[in-house]
């Protein structure tokens, strides 16, 4: 289609029909082309997005992949990956059609991933092999997207293989006498005192915590009920469903827990049901924790891995991987197994030594004339 000039402004502009993916027939208009190539260029490439065209550039994909997800995954995950791909997908690949890009492409890029370097505290460093791999399940994600609805081969991304590893070197995790000895740096009837408890002894994720409302704890039942989740985004508080469907579930919680929330809401002022008990950040969690490690003296930890810690509080009184997984709310029991599983070895030599005394007094004793 041709492109069209603006003498007034020395610019060039494209107007053009076109049909929609309902059938509607629609008229597009962009002006503020500074040359006519890249008004016939843009021209292209519109039509051939609206058209899902294999050939199409991977930037055009990726608009189609994040206009698709916001009407399908939570506001917290398109904004999350929109600087993964800004940052170090869409500079290597954006101009490249889809359709064009190979094993080896992909293979190139890895390699720039695995030597790039950023400043952390005045230091330069390469990223952890975690954020590598994410890096690289993003990458394919969208490109299986591609095979699925736009009609590309195969996925060039999974053919050259995978980078990173998909967990940190070594779990993090406190056992009751370390974590008895951070929570002592915090008063009895202070917030951080209530807040880490319920970490400890739920193994709630942070979000979820956050999130909690008083028509969420049922005092006479011991419980508390987990249906959403916080985050902050661009300045604002949301709340949004847990990060899976089995997230969804009933907490039951020790007496003790219970008297100190009950306590803890008597002594709030005036709170309506759907208001959060704790209405603090992520930050606020990482700032205290920090503290009280440094006035306790206790080793450094995640957030996150107090929950770690509660189901290795579990394990340690060997409940069944089956209760942790609905404990802790995880979509599959295979995630508990996979998570935890270095945790169950370590009770092997309890296990057969508790097998040996049950055979030893059962079994009759043999003796040899």
């Given at each position: ?19 929609d993916w309902t059938g509607t027939r629609k008229r597009h208009l962009r002006r503020g082309f500074k040359r006519q190539k890249d008004a016939l260029e843009y021209d292209r490439e519109f039509l051939v997005k609206q058209q899902g065209s294999p ?315």
């Open positions: 289609m041709p492109a069209y000039k603006e003498k007034t402004k020395n610019t060039w502009y494209v107007s053009f029909y076109f049909t050939d199409m550039l991977f930037s055009s994909l990726y608009d189609l992949y994040q206009k698709d997800g916001k009407a399908r995954v939570k506001e917290t995950t398109i904004t999350t990956r929109d600087p993964l791909f800004k940052k170090h997908i869409l500079p290597y690949l954006g101009n490249m059609p889809i359709n064009k890009i190979t094993p080896a492409d992909i293979r190139a890029w890895q390699n720039q991933i695995l030597q790039a370097t950023y400043i952390s505290k005045k230091i330069q460093r390469k990223y952890s092999p975690t954020y590598i791999n994410a890096l690289h399940v993003q990458l394919s994600a969208i490109f299986n997207y591609a095979v699925t609805y736009y009609r590309l081969p195969s996925n060039p991304a999974k053919l050259a293989g995978g980078i990173g590893k998909t967990k940190a070197h070594a779990m993090k995790f406190w056992t009751i006498g370390q974590f008895n000895q951070f929570i002592s740096s915090f008063p009895a009837d202070n917030t951080e005192y209530l807040v880490f408890n319920l970490l400890f002894y739920t193994g709630m994720r942070s979000g979820e915590l956050l999130a909690l409302t008083l028509a969420d704890f049922y005092e006479k039942e011991k419980s508390i009920h987990i249906n959403k989740t916080y985050s902050r985004l661009h300045k604002k508080d949301i709340i949004t469903s847990p990060k899976t469907e089995k997230g969804n579930r009933v907490i039951l919680l020790p007496q003790f827990i219970v008297d100190m929330l009950a306590d803890y809401i008597n002594r709030l002022p005036y709170i309506k049901q759907n208001e959060r008990i704790f209405p603090c950040s992520k930050f606020w969690l990482f700032r205290h924790m920090k503290l009280g490690c440094k006035l306790s003296g206790a080793e450094q930890i995640r957030i996150h891995d107090l929950r770690h810690s509660h189901a290795s509080l579990l394990i340690e009184m060997v409940f069944s991987p089956l209760l942790i997984k609905e404990r802790l709310g995880h979509e599959d029991i295979k995630i508990t197994l996979q998570t935890y599983s270095h945790l169950y070895l370590s009770k092997q030599e309890e296990l057969t030594a508790k097998l040996n005394d049950i055979g030893r007094n059962s079994i009759k004793t043999v003796s040899i004339a």
